[in-house]
T-cell receptor, first 114, second 115 residues
């Protein structure tokens, strides 16, 4: 089956730093990638939809200057949390899909900002 | 607009007992429905999906779900629970229809399995 790799799985950093999270589709070309955020004991909330070669589409309430998304190739999308603060601490999950298959999810990145 | 309601944030069953996780949806277009499972500190794994055709859908690990349009439901079942089934389960509907689009998730149901 399709495999989506997300890296890193866990990151701890100081407030004010920027953190980059990578999402790779390993065995298919993902025309679309999605970035979700999950708070403890809650569901996934879609942050943005990323299409290869174009600007990401952000959901209402998500700061696009805060959460930079780049989808430079059909196998890689990155989410950069800029100038991270403790309230940005969360579990971030990406998913990838194409026109033939439903979304497959990465294993998530737990971000802790001190 | 599409939405998903999962009844019961926590379900506890004994090993070997029937598992029933409830999901009701609202959709303005023919729904594409999904069940995902999430183990601690991991992403989501697709259990099964309904797109069109047969309303009883079989998935991995012995799970199945039945799409009932008249009841706007897509409940997940498994005849006999196993300890390894303990996890968080999410029901989802495709926001714009189709199996590849944005997903709207329910709030999840945590399944506990007692020995």
């Amino acid at each position: 089956g399709a495999v989506v790799s997300q890296h890193p799985s866990w990151v701890i950093c100081k407030s004010g730093t920027s953190v980059k999270i990578e999402c790779r589709s390993l065995d298919f070309q993902a025309t679309t990638m999605f970035w979700y955020r999950q708070f403890p004991k809650q569901s996934l909330m879609l942050m943005a939809t990323s299409n290869e070669g174009s600007k990401a589409t952000y959901e209402q309430g998500v700061e696009k200057d805060k959460f930079l998304i780049n989808h430079a190739s059909l196998t890689l999308s990155t989410l950069t949390v800029t100038s991270a603060h403790p309230e940005d601490s969360s579990f971030y999950i990406c998913s990838a899909g194409d026109r033939l298959r439903p979304q497959h999810f990465g294993d998530g990145t737990r971000l802790s900002i001190l | 607009a599409q939405s998903v309601t999962q009844l019961g944030s926590h379900v506890s069953v004994s090993e070997g007992a029937l598992v029933l996780l409830r999901c009701n949806y609202s959709s303005s277009v023919p729904p594409y429905l999904f069940w995902y499972v999430q183990y601690p500190n991991q992403g989501l794994q697709l259990l099964l999906k309904y797109t069109t055709g047969a309303t009883l859908v079989k998935g991995i690990n012995g799970f199945e779900a039945e799409f009932k349009k008249s009841e706007t439901s897509f409940h997940l079942t498994k005849p006999s629970a196993h300890m390894s089934d303990a996890a968080e389960y999410f029901c989802a509907v495709s926001r714009y229809g189709g199996s590849q689009g944005n997903l709207i998730f329910g709030k999840g149901t945590k399944l506990s399995v007692k020995p």
